[in-house]
């Protein structure tokens, strides 16, 4: 006994902004041009970014833009795969996959010779920052243990 009653001027179809109700929030923001930009340029140039969850934050701290355009913009990155996504202790941390390159690499327009900072050889010298290699001038760090090894003292008694 589900009647529907219609009135003049009345349409069977459901309304167009039921529908909207049915998508996911990320479908419904919009982003202004110049935000997107800014931000895509950002991720292109250092090849990651990084969010706190907190969508009431009036502008992200890197990107002169607001929070909540970041993390909806990476959330449409994620789901084309564009970007891999870690969030750990309220924060997002997203990288760029290689799709990702080559989709910001057309969408901002940059020779193929552009690459994130992510990608690019470190400048310093390779022998410094390394470790010496184990037993060189290094001293003893003491006097051996009795039975041989510094485990086996402890676990036969």
């Known amino acids: 006994a589900n009647v529907c009653h219609q009135t003049q001027g009345e349409s069977s179809w459901p309304r167009a ?3 909207s109700e049915l998508l ?3 479908y419904k923001m919009l982003i202004p041009k110049k935000n997107r930009r800014e931000v895509y340029k950002y991720l292109f140039k250092e090849g990651v970014l990084q969010a706190e969850k907190d969508f009431n934050l009036e502008q992200h ?5 607001p929070n909540l355009h970041v993390i909806k913009l990476m959330q449409s990155f994620k789901s084309k795969e564009l970007v891999t ?5 309220r924060h997002y941390y997203w990288f760029l996959t290689d799709k990702g390159i080559e989709y910001l690499r057309e969408y901002l327009n940059l020779p193929a010779d552009v690459v994130p900072a992510t990608l690019k050889k470190s ?5 410094e920052g390394r470790r010496p290699p184990m037993g060189g001038d ?8 009795e039975g041989g090894g510094y ?4 676990r036969s008694g």
């Not at 996504?85 to 202790?89: L, P, Q, Y």
């Not at 290094?138 to 243990?145: I, L, V, W």
């Open 85 to 89: 996504e870690r969030f750990a202790w």
């Open 138 to 145: 290094r001293p003893p760090r003491g006097p051996p243990r």
């Open 123 to 127: 400048a310093r010298p390779a022998g």
């Open 17 to 19: 902004d039921a529908f």
């Open 61 to 65: 701290p890197e990107v002169e833009v």
């Open 151 to 154: 485990r086996e003292g402890y």
């Open 24 to 26: 996911p929030a990320s």
